[in-house]
């Protein structure tokens, strides 16, 4: 089992910046690939961002170039840095953890809440 917990959430100007951060419970972190979605109102829920175990990364062609994943296996911790944010960006954004070699994630976070002011 792993727990996930965000936060780093809240109102950010357009075009400002901001870092959330997903702590997860359980010792094999390291093996589980991890992922950022998000899910704004009356929209269905997009990853935005992966990472894998071994530290491969995969971004959602809206959010390249301004987001980065990470991930700190000594934290049991995942980081999405968000630059330059959109009007577009706003959502409820959520973490996410998969097992080594499913395809499906399995454990989620509650989210944290990222409005965008214009």
């Known amino acids: 089992q792993v727990q996930l917990v965000e936060s780093g959430g809240g109102l950010v100007q357009a075009g400002g910046s901001l870092r959330l951060s997903c702590a997860a419970s359980?010792?094999?972190?390291?093996?589980?690939?991890m992922g950022w979605f998000r899910q704004a109102p009356g929209k269905e829920r997009e990853e935005v961002a992966a990472?894998?175990?071994?530290?491969?990364?995969y971004y959602e062609d809206s959010v390249k170039g301004r987001f980065t994943i990470s991930r700190d296996n000594a934290k049991n911790t995942i980081y999405l840095q968000m630059n330059s944010l959109k009007p577009e960006d706003p959502a409820v954004y959520y973490c996410?953890?998969?097992?080594?070699?499913?395809?499906?994630?399995?454990?989620w976070g509650q989210g944290t809440q990222v409005p965008v002011s214009s």
């Open positions: 996410a953890a998969r097992r080594i070699g499913v395809s499906t994630y399995d454990y």
């Open positions: 359980g010792r094999t972190f390291s093996r589980y690939g």
């Open positions: 990472i894998s175990s071994g530290g491969s990364t």
